[in-house]
């Protein structure tokens, strides 16, 4: 099952929609790497904020897209076609300070979780943890819980035509889930129903 995802583009709205009408079925980093909405220019952004069949990746680290323009991106996608990444690199639970190699780039991790190319002090990636992203669509951007939740579940299970056994809870599915406590910390992992902590 190949699936068509555009981002990191210049693509006009026009030429995204031509992709979408022809087999382009999500988004790669909803706002990052893609000329900003204009209200004459709307671009790729126009297209995930409008077409609500294509699928949408976003980063929800709140510092890739301000909580307003993750609130503003699951308003318009609805509770089925937006999907939470984390954009997380290799030094996930790295320190702030910490500095590594990636890629021939000096990239160093910033307080608040983000990473940074050194040269350029430009984003270079995330720490962010799917927990934590779900803590920041829920209670800073201030997404619907549902939305929230699919978006980490049974939207990318869908997108990537595995939701026949992924993404839900039930009778026919593997058993991989996450139980998170009310703070949203992990609290146990299973994979394929066994327990991973």
């Given at each position: 099952n190949i699936v068509v995802s555009i981002g990191h583009s210049a693509s006009t709205y026009e030429d995204a929609i031509f992709a979408f009408e022809h087999g382009a079925s999500s988004q790669t980093h909803v706002y990052n790497g893609m000329t900003p909405f204009n209200h004459r220019k709307n671009g790729l952004v126009g297209v995930a904020l409008r077409v609500k069949g294509m699928y949408g990746e976003i980063i929800c680290d709140g510092n890739?897209?301000?909580?307003?323009a993750l609130y503003n991106f699951f308003?318009?996608?609805?509770?089925?076609?937006?999907?939470?990444?984390?954009?997380?690199?290799?030094?996930?639970?790295?320190?702030?300070?910490?500095?590594?190699?990636f890629g021939g780039n000096e990239i160093e991790i910033y307080e608040d979780g983000s990473?940074?190319?050194?040269e350029t002090k430009g984003l270079?990636?995330?720490?962010?943890?799917m927990n934590d992203g779900l803590r920041i669509l829920v209670e800073e951007a201030m997404v619907p819980f549902n939305y929230a939740v699919n978006s980490c579940t049974i939207n990318?299970?869908?997108c990537l035509g595995v939701d026949k056994r992924k993404?839900?809870?039930?009778?026919?599915y593997d058993s991989d889930l996450v139980i998170l406590n009310s703070d949203y910390s992990v609290h146990q992992t299973y994979c394929l129903g066994k327990a991973m902590l």
């Open positions: 890739h897209s301000t909580t307003t308003n318009a996608k609805g509770s089925d076609y937006g999907i939470m990444i984390t954009d997380a690199l290799m030094a996930k639970g790295y320190k702030p300070g910490s500095k590594f190699m990473a940074h190319l050194v270079a990636g995330s720490t962010l943890k990318p299970a869908k993404g839900r809870i039930g009778v026919g």
